[in-house]
C-alpha cells in the first residue's frame, strides 16, 4: 500500500541528497521522487510509496550504474560500516550498512537483512517495508540502494541495506560525524 505522506510529492522532483563518503566528500547526488527512465536520467529515483528518510520502514532508492551520470557505479565498494547520509530540508540522516565492520562480513544476523545481495532485477522484495520480509511490518528505519549488477549489465542487482543509527539531526547545528570525521 503507498505510503500516504508521499502523494503530495511532485514526481520528478527532488526530496533529498544522498551522500556516501566512502565515493569522497564531494559525492553529493540528488534524488528525485520516482523511478521511471526519465527521472532516473536526473539522477537515483526514490521508490515511490517507500518510507521517507527517518520513517520506520524501506527507504528505497534506485540508481543507474553505467549511463545517466552512473550515480551508483561503485556501489560495490561499499563495505559493512559505511555511512550513507541523506540530507532532506532541516534534517541530516546517517544510515549505516548492515554487517559486520571488522570482518567485512554482510551478514547482520541481528537484523536480518543483508548489507550487500545480489539478486535477480525481478526480486522486489528488497524493497518491501522489511526487506526480504513479505507481508511483515517494518519495525526500523532501513535505507536500501539498488543498482544494476554487473557493470555493464542489467543481469541482476546488486542491493544494499542500512540501518539509521542515530536520531536526525537538525542541519543548523551542522553536519553529522560521518561528514566530517572521514564517514567510514
Known sequence: ??????AHIALGTGIAIIRIPRFGHDYAQTVVEETNSDDLAKGPGHYVGTALPGEIGNFAIAGHRVTEGHPFFN?????????????SGSYWFTYR??????????????????????????AGTVIDPSP??????????????????????????LVIHGLLVSQPLLK???????LTQGGS
Not at 1 to 6: C, D, F, G, Q, T
Open 1 to 6: 500500500m503507498p505510503n500516504s505522506k508521499l
Open 75 to 87: 556501489l560495490d565498494q561499499v563495505r559493512p560500516g559505511d555511512a550513507l547520509v541523506i540530507e
Open 97 to 122: 550498512v548492515l554487517g559486520n565492520k571488522t570482518t567485512g562480513d554482510f551478514a547482520d544476523p541481528a537484523v536480518g537483512v543483508p548489507g550487500r545481495e545480489i539478486v535477480d532485477p525481478s
Open 132 to 157: 526480504n520480509r513479505p507481508g511483515a511490518p517494518p519495525s526500523r528505519p532501513i535505507i536500501t540502494l539498488t543498482t544494476c549488477n554487473p557493470k555493464y549489465s542489467a543481469r541482476q542487482r
Open 172 to 178: 543548523s547545528k551542522g553536519k553529522p560525524a560521518a
